[in-house]
């Protein structure tokens, strides 16, 4: 099982743009479609992107198409997410997670710790 740990998240402007990474560690973080949820306080957790195993497809939440790029780089065993123009919608805590293409159609089977992204109006 592959042990996920995010970085990038803080508290920024409307408007400005984060970057996030997930440092992945096991065996298998090149075979893992790859995606990116996240948690607004008070409300469940929603999908935001993912990725499939090579780069070669992604998905996105309506809300994050054309905002946030997902990307990976399996020879340094990280994934990505890319966030523009953030609104105070987005924020939330942001969680990395690794499983089966069609995230999220699959429960993912690992799931990061999570980092905290703040947004200011």
């Known amino acids: 099982q592959e042990r996920l740990v995010e970085s990038g998240g803080g508290l920024v402007q409307t408007g400005t743009s984060l970057r996030l990474s997930c440092a992945a560690s096991?065996?298998?973080?090149?075979?893992?479609?790859m995606g990116w949820f996240r948690q607004a306080p008070g409300k469940e957790r929603e999908f935001v992107a993912a990725?499939?195993?090579?780069?070669?497809?992604?998905s996105y939440a309506t809300f994050a198409k054309g905002r946030f790029t997902i990307s990976r780089d399996n020879a340094k065993n990280t994934v990505n997410l890319e966030m523009r123009s953030l609104k105070p919608d987005d924020t939330a805590v942001y969680y990395c997670?690794?499983?089966?293409?069609?995230?999220?159609?699959?429960?993912?089977?690992?799931w990061g710790q999570g980092t905290q992204v703040t947004v200011s109006s």
């Open positions: 997670a690794a499983g089966v293409w069609p995230l999220p159609s699959y429960e993912p089977d690992a």
């Open positions: 990725i499939t195993w090579n780069g070669g497809a992604t």
């Open positions: 096991g065996r298998t973080f090149s075979r893992k479609a």
